[in-house]
């Protein structure tokens, strides 16, 4: 079973940020949390992932929390192209290319 | 990045018959995965393909209803087997590499079966 728990349903206003919730209340020491989006009909898409620190990239940041229990991702600045299925996952095994196991994930709605 | 090709994109097929889907990678991926995502559901983790080995199948999945082949380091099989309306999904191959946990899993656009 999945290890993380999101909200099943977020609304976001175009142009103001998305803050995207994650518990991953057992995740491991050397475990890695990797977010994913899944537009409709589309195969998921790759977004952001981290271990420890805080991670940016162009198309997103990732906040954990310091005893790594939880996690936030954080769109910027919401387009009404960032409406998709997100995709909170603590990476099964590591170093060897663990599995990535897929919750229930948050559907997140961006509205003009 | 990797680019992943899957093939067929779509097919209806009727109940008993099987169906072969291609996953090729345009460059060589230690890992490769494949996922079934049922109508409105997220997606689920048959198996991980092993070169020159058999697939390691995740619980609730038997290699008799869906074989893999994992010939070389840029292309995987995966084979639906008597198939029924239940078989209905869309399926999606994920490829990876060990020893490279710093990297995203890249997806196929996926397959989507429909069984009649």
């Known amino acids: 079973d999945a290890k993380t728990t999101q909200p099943p349903s977020m609304d976001c206003a175009e142009g103001r940020a998305a803050n995207l919730p994650c518990n991953h209340s057992t995740i491991s020491g050397n475990e890695y949390v990797y977010w994913y989006r899944q537009i409709h009909s589309q195969g998921p898409q790759y977004i952001i992932h981290g271990l420890k620190n805080n991670e940016t990239n162009e198309m997103a940041s990732l906040i954990i929390t310091e005893d790594r229990k939880s996690s936030t991702l954080i769109l910027p600045h919401a387009t009404l192209r960032d409406t998709a299925v997100y995709y909170c996952?603590?990476?099964?095994?590591?170093?060897?290319?663990?599995?990535?196991?897929f919750g229930q994930g948050t559907e997140l709605s961006v509205k003009p | 990045s990797a680019v992943i090709s899957q093939k067929p994109s779509r097919d209806i097929c009727q109940r008993g018959t099987s169906l072969t889907i291609q996953c090729q990678v345009d460059?060589?991926?230690?890992?490769m995965f494949w996922y079934r995502q049922q109508p409105g559901q997220s997606l689920t983790l048959i198996a991980t393909?092993?070169?020159?080995?058999?697939?390691?199948?995740e619980s609730g999945f038997v290699i008799d209803k869906f074989p893999i082949s994992r010939p070389n380091l840029t292309f995987s099989t995966l084979t639906v087997s008597n198939m029924s309306p239940e078989d209905s999904s869309i399926y999606l191959c994920?490829?990876?590499?060990?020893?490279?946990?710093?990297?995203?899993?890249?997806f196929g656009s996926g397959t989507r079966l429909t069984v009649v």
């Open positions: 460059s060589q991926v230690t890992m």
């Open positions: 996952i603590v990476r099964v095994g590591h170093n060897q290319g663990g599995k990535l196991i």
């Open positions: 393909a092993n070169q020159g080995s058999e697939a390691t199948y």
């Open positions: 994920s490829v990876g590499w060990s020893g490279q946990p710093s990297y995203g899993y890249t």
